[in-house]
């Protein structure tokens, strides 16, 4: 986690790498905005739960996460289900992860997709990460 993110901001940083990776697009398709706001919730999660353990918060690690599938995705999903961390943020994202998951798989590797795109174009441009917002 960033040194110069106050206590509490953890939530506002998450939100601001995502939407720095996906901002949005008014010229698109109610669709694909739809689409890129699942993407985006599924980056938050994944950036408040690395903040949450500890472990560093970069692309590679948010895209390590994205391309859990099967038992491991389902075991990771539950693990952050239980969480606790940031007033119960992580738990409430991954709740929503896993009704995406399980009713719409299809939704699930569409946002997947268009994440891990926009990450592979962050890694590329050299982006930092995660985006620490302006006070």
Same mark, same amino acid.
């Given at each position: 986690?960033?040194?110069?993110?106050?206590?509490?901001?953890?939530?506002?940083?998450?939100?601001?790498?995502?939407?720095?990776?996906?901002?949005?697009?008014?010229?698109?398709?109610? =669709?694909? @905005?739809?689409?890129?706001? *699942?993407?985006?919730?599924?980056?938050?999660?994944? /950036?408040? #739960? !690395?903040? &949450? +353990?500890?472990?560093?918060?970069?692309?590679? =690690?948010? @895209?390590?996460?994205?391309? *859990?599938?099967?038992?491991?995705?389902?075991?990771? /999903?539950? #693990? !952050?289900? &239980? +969480?606790?961390?940031?007033?119960?943020?992580? =738990?409430?994202?991954?709740?929503?992860?896993?009704?995406?998951?399980?009713?719409?798989?299809?939704?699930? #590797?569409?946002?997947? +997709?268009?994440?891990?795109?926009?990450?592979?174009?962050?890694?590329?441009?050299?982006?930092?990460?995660?985006?620490?917002?302006?006070?």
């Amino acid at each position: 986690m960033p040194e110069a993110t106050p206590a509490g901001d953890e939530k506002k940083v998450a939100r601001t790498t995502m939407f720095s990776l996906l901002p949005k697009n008014p010229d698109v398709s109610s =669709a694909e @905005r739809f689409f890129e706001q *699942l993407a985006r919730s599924r980056g938050e999660l994944e /950036v408040l #739960a !690395l903040m &949450a +353990s500890g472990e560093p918060v970069t692309l590679a =690690a948010v @895209r390590k996460r994205l391309l *859990l599938t099967g038992d491991e995705l389902r075991s990771h /999903v539950e #693990a !952050l289900k &239980a +969480s606790d961390a940031f007033g119960g943020e992580v =738990a409430r994202l991954a709740r929503a992860l896993s009704e995406e998951v399980t009713l719409a798989p299809e939704q699930h #590797a569409a946002s997947v +997709s268009i994440l891990t795109a926009a990450i592979e174009g962050a890694i590329t441009a050299k982006i930092p990460f995660p985006v620490v917002p302006k006070s």
